[in-house]
């Protein structure tokens, strides 16, 4: 891939700079599902704080100042149905405000690593010996993030109609 730290770091900032924008929407449009049975806005939201909460708390805050990693094998469905469902008791402010704030907390601790960690194959060794590689990881998030932003402006925006 070769991009430098700062493009990668900066792939990641999309997220919380969107999150920003779509504070003033109103509540009744964060509740309704991105398309029929799936979530809805605030539980898509809640989704990626969670993740981030995850990563920042289990990989990027041990890898700066540990230098070691503490993840463990998640069960994703049973993860992913405990975020929704904080997505579905919290208000959708407080969501983007705790989502923004996680990513900050990653964008800070990332810009702290030392540049040639972003090279590819590099990184840091789980407790497991799983390699945790951080543009790999960036690379994978942001795609995620792309993803889900998509998904929530085109019901923000259905909303409206």
Same mark, same amino acid.
């Given at each position: 891939m070769n991009k430098s730290k700062q493009e990668l770091i900066e792939t990641m900032n999309v997220w919380p700079r969107r999150a920003e924008e779509w504070k003033q929407v109103s509540e009744d449009k964060w509740r309704k599902p991105l398309e029929p049975g799936k979530w809805s806005a605030a539980e898509a939201v809640a989704h990626l704080l969670k993740w981030d909460e995850y990563f920042l708390?289990? %990989?990027?805050?041990? %890898?700066?100042?540990?230098?070691?990693?503490?993840?463990? !094998?998640?069960?994703? !469905?049973d993860f992913n149905q405990k975020a929704a469902a904080y997505g579905t008791t919290t208000e959708p402010r407080k969501l983007l405000e705790e989502a923004i704030a996680a990513r900050e907390g990653i964008l800070t601790l990332l810009d702290r690593l030392p540049d040639e960690l972003f090279l590819p194959e590099q990184g840091y060794l789980d407790e497991a010996g799983h390699r945790f590689d951080i543009e790999e990881y960036i690379v994978d998030f942001a795609s995620h993030d792309h993803h889900h932003m998509s998904q929530i402006e085109a019901s923000l925006n259905r909303a409206e109609e």
């Open positions: 708390e289990r %990989a990027v805050r041990p %890898a700066v100042e540990q230098g070691l990693i503490t993840l463990e !094998n998640t069960d994703f !469905n």
